[in-house]
Nanobody
Framework: QVHVVESGGGLVQAGGSLTLTCAAS????????LAWFRQAPGKQREYVAS?????TTGYADSDRFTISRDNDAHTVYLHINNVKPSDTAVYYC?????????WGQGTQVTVSS
């Protein structure tokens, strides 16, 4: 089973930037498909970005979000530019391994206007 732990959330002013970090353990990190989701208050959880083992990326919004991975550090990152109050949410990291998806506990991002 893969264990994932997010960090890097907090309070940020609108217009600023933020990098979230997710550390994964329990398997060969290099073969994991990794993704970020978020859930805003009162809304359903939504997809943000993903990166495959081959470093192919996907985004719901590619203008402000960048996902990257460091296989040596067993870490995946989500960088958000020009944050907006609408980015306020709990951000979750996922790791897919052998058909199973593991979720972290999430990290809260709050954007002040």
């Amino acid at each position: 089973q893969v264990h994932v732990v997010e960090s890097g959330g907090g309070l940020v002013q609108a217009g600023g930037s933020l990098t979230l970090t997710c550390a994964a353990s329990g398997s060969d990190f290099s073969i994991l498909a990794l993704a970020w989701f978020r859930q805003a208050p009162g809304k359903q959880r939504e997809y943000v970005a993903s990166i495959t083992s081959g470093f192919t990326t996907g985004y719901a919004d590619s203008d402000r979000f960048t996902i990257s991975r460091d296989n040596d550090a067993h870490t995946v990152y989500l960088h958000i530019n020009n944050v907006k109050p609408s980015d306020t949410a709990v951000y979750y990291c996922t790791a897919d391994y052998k058909g199973s998806r593991s979720w972290g506990q999430g990290t809260q991002v709050t954007v002040s206007s």
